[in-house]
Every structure is written in C-alpha cells, then in structure tokens.
C-alpha cells in the first residue's frame, strides 16, 4: 500500500477502532501503512481441549484472528484477514494459515460422557468477522472507501459469469422447447 502520511480521516478510523477493539476482545498495533487488529483464540480453545491420557493427550493448539487494514492514497482502505493456527502432538507440530475474507462462526465444543450420556462440559463461539465488521462499521461515518481484495472481486466476477451462462441456458433450452 503506502506509507504516505495518514490523512485525517484514516486517522480517525484507527482512533475510532482503537477505541472500541477492547470492548470486542481485540488489540489494535499501528504500522506505517495501516494497522492490525489481533484476537488470541489460544485461551479460547485451550479451554475446550481434551486433556488426559485419551486421543488428545500432549496435544496443544494456539490460534489467532488478525485483520490486516491498510491504507492507499485517496482515503481508500483494504482488510485482509488471516487466521492462524499451530498445533503441537507428541513429535510433531503443524502450523496453517488462511488471509481472505473469514465468514461464519467458529464453534468448539468438548463432551464427555457422564452419567449415561454426554454431558457439554465446555466451548465456545467466536464470529471471525467482527473485526472486520467493526472497521467497516467505524469506517461508514467516514468519507473512506473500501477495496475489495482480489479473491472478493474474482468471487464476484466469477457468480456474474455463472449467472450469465445460467440465463443463456435457459434461453437455448425454452428455444429448443419451442421448437
């Protein structure tokens, strides 16, 4: 992007979400050309891991949610988000990583059985786009445009086009059916 000085209106955007990230469980860490807006989910999905001398024994997992805002000349704006996740086992660790745009919900559960049935006995439920939805909402009342991401504009192009050929279908097989 750039690292041209901040207008004020992209001043205002990082004031804005600054200020309310708390409230949302993020933390919010300025760089030159933007800045990050960061969930630990660790606590979250320690808090329903299996522990003990089953299947999930000596496994740990920490994850994170950031999403990446940048800035662009012209009060244009772009966030990107990346979920992160490292999962440690006995003689292993694996580490994956997703940027795009997260949607839904992630939901964790642990059940146990007790008592002749399964009982929950922890979870949780993390939407993946509040950050977003809270830059995008902050950034409503400000005279700042978003940029969709590469992947959102070859999504959109790409159901046009489904679309499109969907209708041309139709057409040819109501001709063929007159016919």
């Known amino acids: 992007m750039t ?40 606590a979250l ?21 950031r999403h990446e805002v940048r800035f662009a000349p012209d009060d244009v704006y772009s966030v990107t988000d990346v979920d992160q996740q490292t999962r440690r086992g006995p003689g292993r660790v694996s580490r994956s990583s997703r940027r795009g745009r997260q949607t839904g919900t992630s939901v964790s559960a642990t059940y ?16 993946l786009a509040a950050g977003r939805k809270l830059v995008e909402e902050v950034a409503a009342g400000l005279p700042l445009t978003q940029r969709r991401g590469t992947a959102e504009r070859v999504g959109i192009a790409g159901a046009v086009l489904a679309l499109v050929a969907l209708v041309v279908v139709g057409v040819v097989m109501a001709l063929l059916l007159l016919l």
């Open 45 to 65: 999905t320690r808090a329903t891991e299996v522990r003990g001398s089953g299947r999930g024994a000596g496994r740990t997992s920490d994850r994170s949610l």
């Open 112 to 127: 146990v059985w007790r008592d002749g049935r399964f009982r929950r006995t922890g979870g949780h439920r993390v939407d």
């Open 3 to 42: 690292t041209a000085p901040w207008t004020s209106a992209q001043h205002e955007l990082c004031r804005q979400v600054e200020e309310r990230a708390p409230a949302a469980g993020y933390t919010l860490a300025r760089c030159e050309d933007g800045f990050d807006l960061d969930r630990d989910l660790t």
